[in-house]
């Protein structure tokens, strides 16, 4: 078991308010580590601050270190581009381009310039709607409007489109809170089926899910990590008992 | 229902008064150049209407004038009315050979007269006279030639020409440098108090009245810069100071609309803050920035008093070929012939507001359109 990405102490800040309060957590390879909590406890912050979206945010701040590969990624040679292109992110609601399907992945290989001529763009981008479990449903109709997929569609094609310029770690920011229950089962299964290659964040507010697709858990209360472990242990022997409150529905 | 009711009856006194101004009044002249010391083989290229001219076809064609209605014959005709056979002989070289018989427009009162049936009794009676050889035609030169001092040679060409050099120098000039502008504020400058200024005085440079823009253009452009009066470059100069602010607005808009998930999406793969703005929020905003720039150039095109203050008001008689050559502009025009006295300008005038009108029509239908479509797409 290797760390992919560690943070240190961290702190962030929304102008005066205090998101995130002295965290410490590794991100595993191998691992789907599931970030839990109830709302504004912090999480998605920390999953913001892995990739460096929040530099965008007006006001935002961050303290501490974070590191990917031992690298902070906070240091000045570190590329934020290219950071983006090892830390992929898949968000909350499906946000593909309004552009075709084939153009939603192939515009990270392009913009990197993973892909030499069309013969090999064309590989990537098939090898990335497989990866996402995707190709067999679109493979005929790439020239279509991603907008025009349905909602799980969308979101697989979002993953694809994170594949693409074949990340490191993949950030998921409650990728099923917008699907329904049959197309949260497919991202579910895909996300055990990534698990192989990626190290991989997701949060989540679904209780029964963490349960199945992490390995490891951290929860989160009030911008402090409470309790960080193996999903197994937290869910069947948390030791806080804001943790034990939180899992079996007492609030949240 | 005020409002409604008002502008119906705004089209239609135009429309009563204006479509007449596209017909013009001819009379039927029995003409015979035959003794005229021109060889038809030598009507050729740009001298052939200095020899005609030199022989004396306009005298030619006021003898035949007297010969056909009286002594007063050649006052009856409008002051074109030999350039009228001078064309047609151009055509028609073949014209010299023969006595024919011409339809050549008429001065204005008569015209007016025989339109509406108005005017000094005088007037109307020598039109009952000569109505058997009077006949409506639709006045093509009305499009073609440029302002004149007779109402029946006038015509909008030249005004047009000088509308569209300006326009186009105002929409080549405003929409990049507005859309830049705009794209600057929204996408990468950081909240300041310099930005909040500049913010502020965007807002109220669109609210200020355009003749000022009008005093700007001449002090700057004319009195500093030493630049030609009168000239379209100008009038396109001072109508883009105007229609910037207006731009960057709806620029900025069009910019705001653009859903932040799509930006996360881009800048969740890699995308630089310069590939996310040429990438996908340009592309998303197109048509929100057009019609923005449309509807500018549209409210540039009907702006008469920068344009007053910086001399594109004078005489003037020929299309202006280059964009420092003196010209006019349309909605200009259109007030410098509701200043005239002579009635057969009120014609001209209302032709003139129909064609302008027209012109807007199109421009907004088309934002209207380009919208439309940018949005089924999308």
């Not at chain 2, 929020?281 to 057009?290: E, S």
Request: with cysteine.
């Amino acid at each position: 078991m290797t760390v992919k990405m560690s943070a240190r102490h961290v702190s962030a800040y929304y102008g005066d308010l205090r998101a995130l309060d002295d965290v410490s957590i590794d991100i595993d390879t191998q691992h789907v580590t599931a970030l839990i909590g109830p709302s504004g406890c912090g999480k998605s912050t920390l999953l913001r601050l892995l990739n460096r979206m929040n530099d965008a945010v007006p006001g935002a701040r961050v303290e501490g270190s974070i590191e990917l590969d031992g690298q902070d990624i906070h240091a000045r040679d570190m590329d934020v581009v290219e950071l983006r292109a090892r830390v992929g992110m898949v968000f909350q609601k499906p946000n593909p381009f309004p552009k075709s399907i084939y153009d939603n992945v192939a515009y990270g290989p392009r913009i990197h310039g993973l892909a030499r001529g069309r013969g090999e763009l064309d590989a990537v981008v098939e090898t990335s709607l497989r990866r996402a479990g995707l190709w067999d449903e679109v493979k005929d109709r790439l020239d279509d409007r991603g907008t025009a997929l349905s909602g799980g569609q969308q979101q697989r094609l979002c993953i694809a489109r994170a594949l693409a310029v074949d990340p490191e770690v993949i950030l998921m920011d409650e990728p099923c809170s917008a699907l329904d229950p049959i197309a949260t089962a497919r991202i579910e299964e895909l996300i055990g089926a990534l698990r192989g290659r990626y190290a991989i964040a997701i949060v989540t507010h679904n209780m029964q899910q963490a349960a199945r697709v992490s390995q490891r858990t951290a929860f989160f209360y009030a911008g402090r990590l409470v309790e960080y472990g193996d999903t197994s242990d937290i869910f069947t022997n948390p030791r806080a008992t804001s943790t034990k409150d939180y899992i079996t529905g007492r609030y949240g | 229902m005020i409002a409604l009711a008002c502008l119906a009856f705004l089209v239609a006194t135009i429309a009563v008064d204006g479509v007449t101004g596209f017909v013009r009044t001819t009379v039927a002249l029995p003409v015979d150049l035959t003794h005229l010391p021109v060889d038809a083989r030598t009507l050729t290229g740009r001298s052939a209407n200095l020899a005609l001219t030199g022989a004396g076809l306009e005298r030619s064609v006021d003898a035949a004038a007297t010969r056909a209605f009286g002594s007063d014959g050649p006052t009856l005709l409008g002051d074109g009315a030999w350039l009228t056979v001078r064309d047609a002989v151009r055509r028609h070289p073949d014209l010299l050979a023969r006595p024919f018989v011409i339809h050549v427009p008429v001065t204005s009162a008569i015209d007016i007269a025989y339109k509406h049936g108005t005017g000094s009794g005088p007037v109307l009676a020598r039109m009952q006279q000569l109505k058997p050889a009077l006949d409506s035609e639709f006045d093509r030169d009305f499009f073609t030639s440029s302002d004149a001092t007779d109402p029946t040679r006038a015509g909008i060409w030249g005004a047009l020409k000088g509308s569209l050099l300006t326009i186009a120098v105002t929409l080549l000039l405003a929409t990049p440098i507005g859309v830049a502008a705009a794209v600057y504020l929204e996408e990468f400058a950081r909240p300041s108090r310099w930005t909040g200024l500049i913010e502020v005085s965007i807002n109220n440079l669109a609210a200020v009245p355009s003749i000022i823009f009008g005093l700007l253009g001449l002090a700057l452009f004319l009195g500093t810069l030493g630049m030609p009066r009168s000239a379209p470059l100008v009038g396109g100069l001072t109508l883009a100071l105007m229609t910037l602010p207006v731009i960057v607005i709806t620029a900025r808009g069009a910019i705001r609309q653009v859903p932040p998930s799509l930006r996360e999406a881009a800048m969740g793969v890699g995308a630089s803050p310069v590939q996310l703005v040429f990438h996908h929020v340009l592309p998303l905003a197109a048509p929100g920035i057009l019609t923005g720039a449309i509807i500018g150039g549209a409210r540039a095109l009907g702006e008469t008093a920068p344009l007053l203050l910086i001399g594109m008001r004078a005489f003037i008689a020929a299309a202006p070929d280059g964009l420092t050559r003196p010209a006019t502009a349309l909605p200009v025009q259109i007030f410098l012939w509701s200043d005239q006295v002579d009635g057969g300008f009120v014609e001209n005038t209302s032709a003139a507001i129909i064609v302008l009108l027209l012109l807007l029509l199109v421009l907004n239908g088309g934002a209207v359109y380009w919208r439309a479509r940018a949005e089924r797409r999308s």
